[in-house]
């Protein structure tokens, strides 16, 4: 099955995600996560407990298991979770600042789209 063929999950940020992990797959509510940072073939998915999750997949797919309505991918690097937005600072090309602390690059040719999913005049 193609990436682009996996279905969408009805809205429900509470209803756990499987994302496969070395040795089985890890159960994980989109709620709970802050952000994603692609890394080759795998993903690093950063929770709001402050832990960390290595996952066996592209950004990419990781994006098709998750909601629309919550995430939005800012750079090509990063899938972030609108709720964990905390500021969009616009200096040194602009950023997101998450409620982990990560600073987010917004990518040039995506700053509008954000700014419409952000309600940002």
């Known amino acids: 099955m193609q ?3 996996v279905p969408k999950q009805p809205f429900n940020d509470s209803v756990p995600v499987a994302m496969p992990i070395k040795g089985g797959h890890l159960m994980v509510p989109p ?3 802050v952000h994603c940072r692609a890394a080759g ?3 690093h998915i950063f929770l709001s407990t402050g832990k ?3 996952i066996c997949k592209r950004l ?3 994006e098709a298991l998750l909601p ?3 995430f939005y991918r800012p750079h090509h690097s990063y ?3 609108l709720s964990h937005v905390e500021m969009w600072v616009r200096e040194g090309g602009g950023y997101l600042r998450l409620t982990d602390g990560e600073k987010v ?3 040039r040719l995506r700053k509008n789209n954000l700014k419409s999913r952000l309600k940002v005049g």
Do not use: R
């Open 3 to 5: 990436t682009t063929d």
């Open 31 to 33: 709620k709970s996560i």
């Open 41 to 43: 073939n795998y993903t």
């Open 52 to 54: 960390e999750a290595v």
């Open 60 to 62: 990419k797919e990781v």
């Open 68 to 70: 629309d309505m919550m």
């Open 79 to 81: 899938l972030v979770n």
């Open 105 to 107: 690059p917004v990518a």
